[in-house]
């Protein structure tokens, strides 16, 4: 018998298995071997059945991050020409209560602005590397930005996309942030929680209806000794330099 067609007889001899023996392998010497009892399925149980369904959310969320950032224009639909601290510095003057001024929360990111005459990610400037990767499927890349909320440990995460040489924000986030991943079309944030072994895992993904990233999964999981990261099984993206 060729060899490219044994795993056909495979699945027919599992088929022929009894109920409870899972398919450990098969091969020319080794043939069937169980793996042992299977665990007993169990069906989701509906809880408070007669309870009617809420017709509307309790509270707003803002699931939704789309807005044009006005007075940017993107050459030629290449996001890649738009100046990072460009952008930064825009959100900064559209709020600058909360940059400008003794009491303003992020009083230091504005003043270190000033020390982006070398671009981003260099110096004490708090404007991140720019990551560059097609995040909408529309074949072109898109921006993801990070500047520091400063004084304190926030993190700002952006993404923009291009749209008739518009440049839009679809997606915004603020947190103490201990690491950021892109994988696919979304964007995954780690952050610490305040339970010891434990950290927060956000996920936004590209929603075509919507043409935003939504936050698609919020889950806290277990960090410490025994437990792997979820990001240790994924690559790292390069950076904008690397990319060019």
Same mark, same amino acid.
């Given at each position: 018998?060729?060899?490219?067609?044994?795993?056909?007889?495979?699945?027919?001899?599992?088929?022929?298995?009894?109920?409870?023996?899972? *398919?450990? /392998?098969? +091969?020319?010497?080794?043939?069937?071997? =169980?793996?042992?009892?299977? @665990?007993?399925?169990?069906?989701? $149980? #509906?809880?408070?059945?007669?309870?009617?369904?809420?017709?509307?959310?309790?509270?707003?969320?803002?699931?939704?991050?789309?807005?044009?950032?006005?007075?940017?224009?993107?050459?030629?639909?290449?996001?890649?020409?738009?100046?990072?601290?460009?952008?930064?510095?825009?959100?900064?003057?559209?709020?600058?209560?909360?940059?400008?001024?003794?009491?303003?929360?992020?009083?230091?990111?504005?003043?270190?602005?000033?020390?982006?005459?070398?671009?981003?990610?260099?110096?004490?400037?708090?404007?991140?590397?720019?990551?560059?990767?097609? *995040?909408? /499927?529309? +074949?072109?890349?898109?921006?993801?930005? =990070?500047?520091?909320?400063? @004084?304190?440990?926030?993190?700002? $995460? #952006?993404?923009?996309?291009?749209?008739?040489?518009?440049?839009?924000?679809?997606?915004?986030?603020?947190?103490?942030?201990?690491?950021?991943?892109?994988?696919?079309?979304?964007?995954?944030?780690?952050?610490?929680?305040?339970?010891?072994?434990?950290?927060?895992?956000?996920?936004?993904?590209?929603?075509?209806?919507?043409?935003?990233?939504?936050?698609?999964?919020?889950?806290?999981?277990?960090?410490?000794?025994?437990?792997?990261?979820?990001?240790?099984?994924?690559?790292?993206?390069?950076?904008?330099?690397?990319?060019?």
């Amino acid at each position: 018998m060729p060899a490219r067609v044994r795993p056909r007889a495979c699945a027919v001899a599992a088929l022929l298995l009894v109920p409870g023996v899972a *398919l450990a /392998g098969c +091969g020319d010497a080794g043939g069937l071997r =169980g793996a042992g009892p299977t @665990p007993t399925a169990e069906g989701p $149980v #509906r809880l408070w059945p007669a309870l009617p369904p809420a017709s509307s959310p309790a509270y707003e969320i803002g699931e939704v991050e789309r807005q044009v950032v006005k007075g940017v224009r993107v050459r030629g639909g290449d996001v890649r020409a738009v100046d990072p601290v460009a952008v930064v510095r825009t959100e900064i003057d559209a709020s600058p209560g909360e940059y400008e001024g003794a009491d303003a929360p992020y009083r230091e990111t504005g003043a270190r602005m000033a020390d982006c005459a070398a671009g981003a990610g260099h110096g004490r400037c708090p404007v991140l590397t720019p990551y560059y990767r097609d *995040l909408t /499927g529309d +074949g072109h890349d898109d921006l993801t930005l =990070g500047f520091r909320q400063l @004084p304190g440990e926030l993190t700002a $995460v #952006r993404v923009y996309t291009v749209e008739n040489d518009r440049l839009v924000r679809v997606m915004s986030w603020d947190d103490a942030v201990s690491g950021v991943e892109l994988a696919g079309r979304s964007v995954i944030i780690r952050s610490p929680s305040e339970l010891k072994g434990y950290e927060y895992r956000l996920q936004w993904s590209w929603d075509r209806d919507q043409r935003a990233m939504l936050l698609t999964h919020d889950e806290m999981l277990r960090t410490g000794r025994g437990a792997p990261s979820p990001a240790e099984s994924r690559s790292t993206p390069s950076p904008a330099e690397s990319r060019r």
